[in-house]
């Protein structure tokens, strides 16, 4: 069973950038398609970034698209999320998750393994 534990968040201005990464262990990561959700307090969970098991296919939540880039390097067995041109209304916790099953519309019950969590807050 794959554990996975993200790191890199933190307090940014907006207009800046944070690099969030995802290390996996007790499993290949190269088994699984990876995510990046996030969630504010109050808030359900929402989609971000998927990426598929070789990289070669990525997709994005409107929000981000153009501002984020998913990455994975299997060799590390770490997923990235690269975050340019941060905004306030990117203040969340950001997690990372793992699933067998990719669609062109990633949904978080699709996802079945979850990391704690890494907060982001970007301040205006």
């Known amino acids: 069973q794959v554990q996975l534990v993200e790191s890199g968040g933190g307090s940014v201005q907006a207009g800046g950038s944070l690099k969030l990464s995802c290390a996996a262990s007790g499993g290949t990561l190269s088994s699984y398609a990876m995510g990046w959700f996030r969630q504010a307090p109050g808030n359900e969970r929402s989609f971000v970034a998927a990426i598929n098991w070789t990289g070669g296919r990525t997709y994005y939540a409107d929000s981000v698209k153009g501002r984020f880039t998913i990455s994975r390097d299997n060799a590390k067995n770490t997923v990235y999320l690269q975050m340019n041109s941060l905004k306030p209304e990117d203040t969340r916790v950001y997690y990372c998750?793992?699933?067998?099953?990719?669609?062109?519309?990633?949904?978080?019950?699709?996802?079945?393994?979850w990391g704690r969590g890494t907060q982001v807050i970007v301040t205006s």
């Open positions: 998750a793992a699933t067998s099953i990719l669609t062109n519309r990633p949904r978080t019950n699709d996802f079945g393994y």
